[in-house]
């Protein structure tokens, strides 16, 4: 029995105290929402505010991104354990923000899993085609190819630890969702991939959310699919009542 997880990305957006103020007012709206782990995925410098505003709730706070390298010569780069040591549990990595602006392929996305896994991270590995790959019909090789190539080497152990975010690159930030049946659909391909690498049983457990512009109109829909586990939301993270919507969708 897969559990719900619903992960909010920031992406660069809120101050620290900006945070502050979001989550003291979305607090109160998720608390003893307990069917689904609640996560916001906040910027480097916010990360601290957000944890102390969320002390003794149902909410945790993760980062967006993690350096694969311990230490070292990586002007602007944040290691897991400088991460680790301020008590983050969970990172976004491979994000197409990521992939698209700054230049990330599969081969720094599986190093970087690997690094927040070794430091007893989780994470949550981003994934999903572009509209030309859906186009052409090749979105199952794209998305199963993405899943081998970004865990290679990550053993059937470690996947305890990592969350799929299936994103379909045409979806995020654009209003354009997938279908709940598309969803459904590429998540399961995912799976199936899963299971050629690791077996059934870690496929069937591993925990794959959909993220596409999801909102609190289309979230009840999308999150009824078997192999839709949860969401990575990005603009309706920034608002507490749209949030609330999508945690509700998940109870
Ligand atoms: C995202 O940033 O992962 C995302 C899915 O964004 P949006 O919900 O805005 O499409």
Redesign the pocket.
């Known amino acids: 029995m897969r559990r719900y997880v619903i992960a909010g990305?920031w992406?660069m957006n809120f101050t620290p105290s900006q945070a502050t103020a979001f989550i003291n007012e979305i607090k109160p709206m998720v608390a003893g929402k307990d069917n689904c782990d609640i996560i916001f995925c906040a910027p480097y410098v916010t990360i601290d505010a957000a944890m102390k505003a969320a002390e003794g709730s149902n909410i945790k706070i993760g980062a967006e991104n993690v350096h694969f390298a311990e230490k070292g010569a990586y002007t602007g780069e944040v290691s897991a354990e400088m991460l680790k040591e301020i008590g983050v549990e969970y990172v976004?990595i491979g994000?197409?923000?990521r992939r698209q602006y700054f230049g990330e392929t599969d081969e720094t996305v599986n190093l970087r899993t690997k690094a927040a896994l070794a430091a007893g991270m989780k994470v949550i590995l981003?994934l999903g085609e572009v509209k030309e790959q859906r186009l052409a019909g090749i979105t199952r090789e794209i998305v199963s190819m993405q899943t081998k190539l970004d865990l290679a080497g990550v053993s059937a152990e470690d996947m305890k630890n990592v969350i799929i975010?299936y994103?379909p690159v045409w979806?995020?930030?654009?209003g354009l969702t997938a279908t709940p049946e598309q969803a459904d659909e590429t998540c399961g391909q995912i799976r199936e991939a899963l299971a050629e690498i690791y077996g059934a049983e870690v496929a069937e457990a591993t925990i794959i959310q959909y993220?596409?512009?999801?909102?609190e109109k289309n979230a009840a829909e999308l999150l009824a699919k078997t192999n839709v586990d949860g969401g990575?939301?990005?603009?309706?993270?920034l608002v507490a009542a749209k949030f609330t919507a999508i945690v509700d969708a998940a109870q």
């Open positions: 990305n992406k976004i994000h197409s923000e981003c975010a994103e979806a995020i930030g654009t993220g596409g512009s999801m909102n990575l939301i990005g603009g309706a993270s």
